[in-house]
Each structure stands twice: as structure tokens, then as C-alpha cells.
């Protein structure tokens, strides 16, 4: 007893003598503040200046840039050295495309193992469409991509720097109109350089080369590409740059002399095979609509068409949409969408502003394209992968979503950190933040009630043999609409699809979906209107975005708090994905298995969902790995079983009481000083680590179950759909 009082002591003596000398820097401490606040980036760096901080934002931006490019050079990299890309291309819909080889001969001996692992990112069918047709154009494009790689990091430092000279001209001059004249002896091509990019306006140089003309003038380079590359190689033309402007009708004498309909002349036949000169035609710019029969995607000259009708609206947009003086890509300070008093309020140049806005913008755009891509697929012979098709759908769903969360965490932060109070829009919309919030509360409360009642009756009603009871509600209007288009769209055109009827179990779930949707954007709208102050904690401003609980001492500050409402919103948000994809991928696997039959009668009750599409599609998955031995799912197999574990595991972080946690840390703590040897591989013997805040370990938690959620579902996608 003696002996474990000293100990005891001894340790509390240390623990507060570290604590006061480290100012509370432990271990885990310190790397879970590091990962909680790692985009708060003006107190992490220490910034005070918008200057310093646009340098270390376009710093971010290019080394993320660097990395993305190294990324997508290292995939292809791969197609090209252990891919079967060229043996692909002389059949792609019967030939599987192959991501990587398993040079293991354990692997490559055994039957269950063809020796390679199977891709489905669809970076096959882009290549296709995109005009490559060899392994060598494959290697060059890699070669591209890693130069634009170092480009990317020199732009990031060529960025750096000449911010660092803007920060001496600050400092001499102490303020931003000084600071412009200050610099009037840097080159030119400093100049022109901050010039495209810059956000605030800080080098007074109005260029008008910003987002509009930027994004027009990357769709006519793509249009050209499209034009010039992947046409004529869809034409069995080898492409080169001796041959690269020869394919007619490449000259522009037809666009001068206003014959333009020469470039829609000469179409390719019906009959044309994609990839040969067999039915081909002349043509660089269409108008057809529709899919093409062999490669069931889009037309390469339809897409052309579209890319350089875009770029040049963009183009003409970014000139002439306020003046000649003020174009599409203005600066955003000026954008007189806040107050209808002041032009250039200060609210308008907050940078988390600016990023919720495009992040909302973005997620739209990425939700959009992920509905388009399986059924106007831009790709040669996609919709014949179906695996990929729903997994390139999925992914840009999970993409979309995370972004519309962004979205509104930096609405939030926006409305803490940057705004002060004025007579505009975002005033009043505070002003009358009750009548939103209650108004979609009582949505939510109708959506949830009336659906979950819906779907318990008739579990009920059939779990007692009594189907016929079930209450079956028709989508009416829905069902007119599809007719409608149908008739109008594809019959005019003399174009048959194969038509997803629509019925009471997409009544149903089409509800569920939207109280997911509504509830996700309630929990998400209250927590950013109410991150100023509530009635609770008025002064809830002055604690930052997130902050922990107070306990009964401010009358319970427990799940108040603008991440409180970002952590709850996030499992809302995962759940809805979750019911949008099980009804996306369902409804596919039962069009393509001819058995749409079976969604009908199983989709209008719970059970029917859990059975006869989540076990009932788990079950190759759950016999990837079993007695009999393995197959080519086993793999798949044990990445749905280890996702499951660390999704169960963030369960554990939810239950985040201070009390629990400080517990299980002074169990740990005692633990590492009874035992020296754990002690001192804890980073020498110096750190120790000390309990999470209620913060930390929700976003542990938090990551642990999104993370564990995404890779469960991609594995029961693979092994349910090939």
C-alpha cells in the first residue's frame, strides 16, 4: 500500500509539473488538436493579415494540385505497365479491364485467383473516349501528368514568394491601398500571375481572366481535343502530331464564311463501329441527341458540340455580363447580392463565405453528373460494366454530399468568425431564423410520422400472411410526368429504352428520402443560424465554432455548439445516402436481372429491403471465404467484414461524456506508470497522454464511422453486383 501510495503520488506530482511546463501539449492531446483544428488555418499559422492568409491558401491549392496530378499519374502508370488496356480495346464489353497484376505466385497458382485485380473507376472507358489507343500514349500522358505535378509545386512557391514581398510592402505602407503603390516595382510577371487568381483584388490589376473565362476557355481546349484526338480515333485514324490538324473538315473556312452546318455534315452511319472506319463519317460537330447503338454513350461529336457552345457562352458571359469593366469572373467582394445599401460590404469579402458558396455550387454540379453518368453516359461502353456504373455513381453521391456539408459548416463558420451585423439579407433571414427552423421542423415531423407509419403497417400487415392489407399508395403525378417525357423525348425520335416503371415502393421511398434530406439540412440550417447565440447561450459567439460541454453550470451547453450540429447532421446525411443508393443500386440490379417484379412486391415493407436486398445480396459476399476455401470475392469479403468493425467501432466515441473519458485516460495513465517499459516507449517517457475533449472525440468517432460505413458499402456494391 505504501509502495502504490508513492507511486500514486509521485505520478500526480509529475502529471502536473509536465502538464504546467508542456502548457497541456501531450501526445495524444496535441495530435488530436493538431487534426481538429487543421484548417483553422489563421490560428494555427498565426496569421492576422488577408494577405498572409491568401498565400497559405494558394499554397494548399497548388501542393493539392501536385499531389492530385501525381496521383493520376501513378494509376495510369499502372494500366500502362500492368494493365491490358490495348487488349481492351478489341473488345470491351467481353474483356475485363484490368487495374493491376498479382505478381504473387501464391495468387497467380491458386484457381480461385485470376492473377490481377479488376477496376472499377471506369479509367478504361475515359481513356477510350479520350482517343488513346496504344500503351505509349498511356506512358506520355503519365510523363504530362508528372510535370504538371512540379509545375503545380512551383506555382505554389512562385506563389509564396512573391506574397512574401506583398507582406513587405504591408508592413512599410499599413494598409492595402498604400501597400498596392508600394509594390508598383515588382515584374510584370509577378503581376500577371496574381493577377488570374487573385480572389481580393490586392494587386489592382483587372485583368477579367478569372473563373468565368478560365472555365470557358478549359471547355473549347477540351471541345478541340475532343475534335482533333478522340473523333478521329474513333474513326480508326492514328493520331499524331504530323496528322493532328489534317482529318477534314479541320479548316476554319466554313466558320468564316458562316457554312457551319459543313461541320455537321456527313454524320456517322448507324452501323459504325466504334473505334473503325467501317460507317464513319466527316463530321466533327452534332446534334443528334440520343446514345450511340454500339457503345450505348453519348455521341463524341454531340459532346463536342456541347463543350464548345459552353466555353464560348462562358467566354462571351465573362465579358459582357455587368460591362466590358466587370465580366462573369468579378471579384466576389463586389457582388451585390447582401445589402441593398452597400456595394463593397465587408461581409462580402470573407473567404468561408466565398468557399461555402462554391462548395454548395459543386455539390449540385457533382449530384447532377452522378445521375447522368449511368443514364447519358458519356462513356464508350460503361453501361455494359454495371459494377462500375454504380460505383462511379456512388462515389460522386458520397462526393456531393460531404461538399453540401461543407457547405453549410463554413456557412457556420462564416457567421461566427467574419460577419457583423448589417442591414442585409443575412440579417434579416437571423432576424427570422425561428420561422425557418420551425417551418422545416414540422416537415420533417410529417415526413417521418406519416413514412415510418406507412412501412410499419404493412410489415405488419404481411408479417401476418395478409399482403392484400398493405396500404399501396400509386405516384400518380410522377408516373404522368415519366409518360410524358417518354412520348415526347424518345418516341418523337424513334428511340426505345428500357423504362423504369415507377410504383408505391418508389412512393415510399422517395418519401423516406426526402425526410433524410430535410432533416440532414434542419439539424445543419439550425446549427449555423444558431451560431451566434440562442436563447441558451447568448454569448455562444464568443466559443468559436465548436466548443464542449459546459455542463449544468450554463443551464446544459451539451450539443449546442455549430460542430455539435455538423457532428448529428453527418450520420443524417450518411443514413440518407445510404437509402438513396440502396434504392438506386436495387432498382438497377433488377433491371438488368430482368426481376423488376421483384422490387415491386418487396419494396413497400421493411423487411422486404432487409431481406431481399441488403442479406439477400450479402450472401455472396459472406461465402467469399469460407470452408470451401476462397474465390474472387474473398478479399471482398474480409474488406466487408473489417469495415463493419471500425463502423461499429465509432459507436464506441459517440457515447463522449467527459466523466467516461476521464476514466478510461486515468486507467491508462496508471497503467503506463506501472509498467516502465510502456511508459517509456510512450515517445521516450516524456509525454503522456491525457483525455480527448468531447471535440476530438466526436470526430474521432465520427471518421471511424464514415469511414467504416463507405468501405462497407463498397464491398457489399462489388460483391452483390459482378
Known amino acids: ?30 495530435y488530436f488538436q493538431v487534426i481538429g483544428n487543421i484548417h483553422d488555418i489563421e490560428s494555427y499559422l498565426g496569421i492576422d493579415n488577408t494577405a498572409s492568409l491568401n498565400a497559405q491558401i494558394f499554397l494548399c491549392h497548388w501542393a493539392h494540385l501536385a499531389i492530385i496530378f501525381m496521383w493520376v499519374s501513378g494509376n495510369f502508370f499502372h494500366i500502362g505497365w ?4 490495348e487488349l481492351w480495346l478489341k473488345n470491351p464489353i467481353a474483356t475485363i479491364p484490368i487495374a493491376h497484376s498479382i505478381w504473387d505466385p501464391h495468387f497467380a497458382s491458386s484457381s480461385a485467383y485470376s492473377g490481377s485485380v479488376q477496376t472499377y473507376s471506369g479509367i478504361y472507358n475515359w481513356l477510350c473516349a479520350s482517343g488513346f489507343n496504344s500503351v505509349s500514349q498511356i506512358y506520355n ?12 509545386m512551383l506555382l505554389a512557391k512562385l506563389h509564396n514568394l512573391y506574397f512574401d514581398s506583398l507582406l513587405e510592402a504591408l508592413s512599410l505602407s499599413k494598409s492595402l491601398t498604400q501597400g498596392r503603390q508600394a509594390q508598383s516595382g515588382f515584374s510584370w510577371p509577378f503581376k500577371l500571375f496574381v493577377a488570374c487568381f487573385d480572389l481580393l483584388g490586392s494587386t489592382g490589376l483587372r485583368l477579367n481572366f478569372h473563373t468565368g473565362v478560365l472555365i470557358g476557355l478549359v471547355s473549347i481546349a477540351w ?27 479541320s479548316s476554319l473556312y466554313p466558320f468564316y464564311t458562316l457554312n457551319w452546318i459543313e461541320y455537321s455534315s456527313d454524320m456517322d452511319n448507324r452501323n459504325h463501329i466504334f473505334g473503325s472506319s467501317i460507317g464513319a463519317g466527316r463530321a466533327i460537330l452534332g446534334f443528334d441527341g440520343g446514345l450511340k447503338s454500339d457503345t450505348a454513350s453519348l455521341y463524341l461529336t454531340d459532346i463536342a458540340h456541347h463543350h464548345l ?21 468579378h471579384y466576389f467582394s463586389e457582388v451585390n447580392f447582401m445589402s441593398s445599401t452597400t456595394l463593397n460590404s465587408s461581409n462580402n469579402s470573407s473567404l468561408h463565405l466565398n468557399l461555402s458558396l462554391a462548395l454548395a455550387g459543386s455539390s449540385v454540379i457533382t449530384s447532377v453528373l452522378a445521375f447522368h453518368m449511368y443514364s447519358l453516359t458519356p462513356l464508350p ?8 456504373s454504380v460505383a462511379l455513381y456512388v462515389h460522386h453521391q458520397y462526393i456531393a454530399s460531404l461538399l453540401m456539408m461543407g457547405a453549410f459548416a463554413h456557412a457556420g463558420i462564416f457567421l461566427v468568425r467574419d460577419y457583423t451585423l448589417s442591414d442585409d439579407l443575412i440579417s434579416r433571414i437571423l432576424e427570422n431564423k425561428a420561422v425557418l427552423i420551425s417551418h422545416l421542423s414540422w416537415v420533417c415531423l410529417w415526413l417521418g410520422f406519416h413514412t415510418l407509419a406507412l412501412y410499419i403497417h404493412n410489415d405488419t400487415v404481411v408479417a401476418f400472411g395478409e399482403q392484400e392489407k398493405q396500404i399501396l399508395i400509386e405516384p400518380v403525378f410522377a408516373q404522368v410526368i415519366q409518360e410524358s417525357i417518354f412520348n415526347v423525348g424518345f418516341q418523337s425520335q424513334g428511340v426505345g429504352i428500357l423504362q423504369m416503371p ?39 459567439i464568443a466559443f468559436s465554432y465548436g466548443f464542449a460541454c459546459d455542463g449544468p453550470g450554463r443551464g446544459g451547453t451539451c450539443d449546442i455548439s455549430a460542430w455539435d450540429s455538423f457532428y448529428l447532421a453527418m450520420f443524417w446525411m450518411l443514413n440518407t445516402d445510404a437509402w438513396i443508393m440502396f434504392y438506386f443500386h436495387w432498382k438497377n440490379l433488377n433491371l438488368w436481372q430482368n426481376t423488376l417484379f421483384q422490387f415491386d412486391e418487396s419494396s413497400t415493407y421493411l423487411n422486404g429491403w432487409f431481406r431481399d436486398y441488403l442479406w439477400f445480396h450479402s450472401g455472396a459476399l459472406i461465402r467469399g471465404y469460407d470452408a470451401f476455401g476462397a474465390n474472387d470475392l474473398s478479399v471482398w469479403a474480409w474488406v466487408f467484414l473489417a469495415a463493419h468493425l471500425c463502423w461499429a467501432t465509432g459507436f464506441m466515441f459517440l457515447i463522449s461524456w467527459r466523466g467516461y473519458w476521464q476514466e478510461l485516460i486515468d486507467i491508462i495513465l496508471y497503467m503506463h506508470l506501472k509498467t516502465p517499459i510502456l511508459y517509456d516507449l510512450w515517445n521516450g517517457g516524456v509525454y503522456t497522454p491525457v483525455a480527448l475533449s468531447i471535440v476530438q472525440a466526436r470526430f474521432i468517432g465520427l471518421f471511424h464511422f464514415a469511414v467504416g460505413f463507405i468501405a462497407t458499402y463498397a464491398a457489399f456494391v462489388i460483391g452483390s453486383t459482378s
Open 502 to 540: 415507377l410504383g408505391p415502393g418508389d412512393f415510399l421511398v422517395h418519401h423516406a428520402i426526402a425526410l433524410g434530406l430535410h432533416v440532414t439540412v434542419l439539424v445543419l440550417l439550425k446549427g449555423a443560424l444558431d451560431a451566434r447565440g440562442s436563447k441558451l447561450m447568448p454569448d455562444k
Open 309 to 329: 457552345a459552353l466555353g464560348i457562352l462562358f467566354v462571351w458571359a465573362g465579358h459582357v455580363y455587368s460591362s466590358l469593366y466587370l465580366g462573369f469572373g
Open 223 to 249: 471541345s478541340g481535343h475532343i475534335i482533333h484526338v478522340a473523333i478521329p480515333a474513333s474513326r480508326g485514324i492514328v493520331v499524331s502530331f504530323s496528322t493532328l490538324f489534317s482529318s477534314p473538315p
Open 381 to 388: 461502353y460503361l453501361s455494359y460494366d454495371y459494377v462500375t
Open 141 to 152: 500522358f503519365v510523363v504530362m501528368c508528372e510535370l504538371l505535378a512540379v509545375i503545380s
Open 82 to 85: 500492368n494493365g491490358n488496356y
Open 1 to 30: 500500500m505504501r509502495l502504490l501510495r508513492f507511486h500514486s503520488d509521485s505520478f500526480n506530482q509529475d502529471l502536473r509539473l509536465y502538464l504546467h511546463q508542456t502548457n497541456g501539449r501531450c501526445a495524444t492531446g496535441k
